[in-house]
């Protein structure tokens, strides 16, 4: 059974499931399906089309499935999704899809710090920290296991490499590949993510592999498609490695230099 506090406003149309706790003053929007184990503190917001995982915890003043801030939402049908026990703290925004994608998408045991915003039909992965005040725009993706630090602003169609570490207060229109650190103004290449890759029990051998392929990629002067295939011939092609090349072959909008 849910503990529901009697000042919250709950739409008969919403699905809560057992073992949730719903503070005072939260408000839970039609349709709106929460699974078991969540807490929601006073105050939260959870709109049309928000679908919560299980395990959960929202802070004071969270909103989320808000309609998107983008002039070509024209009242489509679209969701929120969010996965499994997830630390969203105070007045956190993740807002709707729209036509382009329909979801927004939120994985698991992600800590979203106060204040930070997950645009319309973004793709947020799991084990990811996200810093104060930090904005994602429009259908940025953030693979697993990034660490973005406060106040950083995100350009629309980004994305975010996994075990990245990403400096508090950068400004990124260009893609950042998996395993590094990005920093400065303008954003840069500042090595691999060394403290980071450690900490997740690497190998010295694939850190070894990574930092050579991010010399071929940034240090050899050859265009991208060259040390691309410069980093297949030479480097053991593991699973980080052919990440890496595919994260850069893909991209759509550059990666930092």
Do not use: W
């Given at each position: 059974?849910?503990?529901i506090?009697?000042?919250a406003?709950?739409d008969?149309?919403?699905k809560i499931?057992?073992?949730?706790t ?22 939260v ?26 002039l070509?939402?024209?009242?489509e ?8 026990n ?17 979801t ?17 039909d ?33 350009h ?7 075990y ?19 920093a400065r103004e ?9 403290v980071?890759l ?7 051998e ?12 940034y ?13 297949k ?25």
């Amino acid at each position: 059974m849910s503990k529901i506090s009697p000042l919250a406003y709950i739409d008969s149309e919403a699905k809560i499931g057992d073992g949730c706790t719903i503070g005072p003053f939260c408000y839970i929007d039609k349709g709106v399906e929460i699974a078991e184990n969540n807490e929601l503190m006073n105050n939260v917001t959870l709109l049309r089309g928000t679908k919560l995982g299980s395990g959960n915890v929202l802070f004071p003043g969270a909103v989320i499935g808000a309609i998107p801030q983008d002039l070509k939402f024209r009242g489509e049908e679209s969701t929120v999704v969010i996965g499994d026990n997830n630390r969203i703290r105070e007045n956190v925004t993740i807002h709707r899809g729209t036509a382009s994608k329909g979801t927004t998408r939120v994985g698991s045991n992600n800590l979203i710090m106060e204040n930070a915003h997950i645009a319309h039909d973004c793709e947020f992965g799991s084990g990811i920290i996200m810093g104060n005040s930090t904005k994602l725009a429009g259908e940025v993706i953030v693979d697993d296991n990034a660490i973005i630090s406060a106040v950083v602003l995100v350009h629309q169609f980004c994305r975010i490499g996994g075990y990245t570490m990403v400096q508090g207060g950068t400004r990124t229109s260009m893609d950042i590949p998996p395993f590094v650190i990005a920093a400065r103004e303008p954003v840069a290449y500042c090595g691999i993510n060394l403290v980071g890759l450690r900490r997740r029990n690497y190998t010295v051998e694939v850190i070894n592999d990574i930092h050579n392929a991010y010399r071929i990629l940034y240090n050899s002067n050859l265009r991208t498609a060259d040390a691309l295939q410069q980093i297949k011939e030479t480097i053991t092609m593991g699973k980080e490695i052919q990440y890496i090349i595919d994260f850069v072959a893909n991209t759509t909008r550059g990666i930092i230099r």
